[in-house]
């Protein structure tokens, strides 16, 4: 909820994140940093520091962390039996990355939440009970609890990004912006039933339950169904049918670009847009504390002021530490005002409510 009362006290700048004021000892604008309940929807202070706060050493869990999905390898990698790698988790939600190089040998049914893959690399079909998905890199592939299907994964590289939530997942409610915004429902992808050949005498159907795999085998088809209608269904949506929503004279905080909702969980789209253009505006994401979500941020791919991104580089930042870009970036979009009329980032983003933990694969890899 948001105070009535509101104070400024020393040397701000008239609007947040517009104008600083400066110099600081090194000569650049003093920095601004922001401390955020909620997420960014909850009380806030705006500080106005001398120094770069993500320049620190850090010991002990408190930390950024960073990995290279390339440099990860899932058992599914090498064994068609194999699992997908778990990355983060707490007791609302579970990170996943899959390299799977061969067709599932089984069905899947996991009844213990939602899921949310994201393609990174690869093509492919989930085959669901509901009719087949196809899905490319950009595309979230959403099935919800107790929904039986498997991945069929073309030859070559496959990176799949799973979000696994305990919570239902759903669309939030955009107050004021309409039912068409920041995407049209119709756009989403929805499979249609198709005539299968149950030509194996058997099918097993791996049954993930409280955290365990069990098997059920049955004589026919999983996928036997011939028509289906109501409002539960597997789907996949594009990140190219994303709306971004943007302000021209300030840069709007990741809340504003929230694609999927659970109990404690906000899955986020950071996707290509014009630069804010009024002058002054700071167009780099301002230094961040967020008090009460972690952050899991996986860069698909795009460019920020015209240099690459690492592509499936993916990180973790707890809640209460300081992180965003370095300030060298915040100097360059300064300097290079005129030079840029876009931000082409592709990011995809986790917030969670209560702190993750890392899987001991991610362990040893600082920011």
């Given at each position: 909820m948001r105070s009535l009362i509101q104070f400024s006290k020393g040397r701000t700048s008239r609007q947040a994140h517009r104008d600083l004021p400066g110099p600081a000892p090194d000569g650049?604008?003093?920095?601004?940093?922001?401390?955020?309940?909620?997420?960014?929807?909850?009380?806030?202070?705006?500080?106005?520091?001398?120094?770069?706060?993500?320049?620190?050493r850090a010991e002990g869990r408190f930390r950024s962390t960073t990995a290279l999905l390339s440099d990860l390898k899932p058992s599914d990698?090498?064994?068609?039996?194999?699992?997908?790698?778990?990355?983060?988790?707490?007791?609302?939600?579970?990170?996943?990355?899959?390299?799977r190089s061969e067709p599932m040998p089984f069905f899947r049914r996991n009844v213990d939440g939602d899921e949310?893959?994201?393609?990174h690399r690869g093509t492919g079909t989930v085959e669901t009970e509901f009719g087949p998905i196809a899905y490319e890199p950009g595309d979230y592939v959403v099935i919800p609890k107790a929904i039986t299907h498997r991945f069929v994964v073309d030859p070559g590289e496959t990176y799949l990004f799973g979000i696994e939530t305990v919570g239902e997942l759903r669309a939030p409610t955009y107050v004021g912006l309409g039912r068409h915004a920041p995407f049209d429902p119709d756009v989403i992808r929805v499979p249609e039933p198709q005539p299968v050949d149950s030509s194996a005498a058997e099918y097993e159907i791996a049954v993930?339950?409280?955290?365990?795999?069990?098997?059920?085998?049955?004589?026919?088809?999983?996928?036997?169904?011939?028509?289906?209608?109501?409002?539960?269904?597997?789907?996949?949506?594009?990140?190219?049918?994303?709306?971004?929503?943007?302000?021209?004279?300030?840069?709007l905080p990741p809340s504003m670009h929230v694609f999927l909702v659970a109990e404690g969980v906000n899955i986020i789209n950071l996707l290509p847009r014009p630069f804010e253009t009024v002058e002054g505006v700071e167009r780099i994401p301002w230094y961040h504390r967020n008090a009460d979500y972690d952050e899991v941020a996986l860069i698909h791919g795009g460019k920020s002021l015209g240099r690459p991104m690492k592509a499936g580089l993916i990180s973790h930042d707890p809640q209460g530490i300081h992180h965003g870009f370095p300030d060298r970036a915040r100097i360059k979009a300064r300097r290079e005002w005129d030079e840029h009329a876009r931000i082409e980032w592709e990011i995809i983003m986790v917030e969670a409510a209560r702190p993750l933990k890392l899987d001991p694969v991610l362990l040893g890899s600082p920011a």
């Open positions: 650049s604008p003093l920095k601004d940093d922001e401390l955020t309940r909620g997420g960014f929807d909850g009380r806030e202070a705006v500080l106005y520091r001398a120094n770069d706060p993500t320049v620190f990698l090498t064994d068609p039996r194999g699992q997908a790698q778990r990355l983060h988790y707490n007791g609302d939600v579970t990170t996943w990355l899959s390299r949310c893959w994201f393609v993930k339950y409280d955290g365990e795999y069990s098997a059920i085998f049955v004589d026919h088809h999983p996928c036997d169904v011939e028509g289906w209608k109501g409002d539960y269904f597997p789907f996949a949506f594009h990140i190219r049918d994303w709306n971004v929503i943007m302000s021209d004279s300030l840069h």
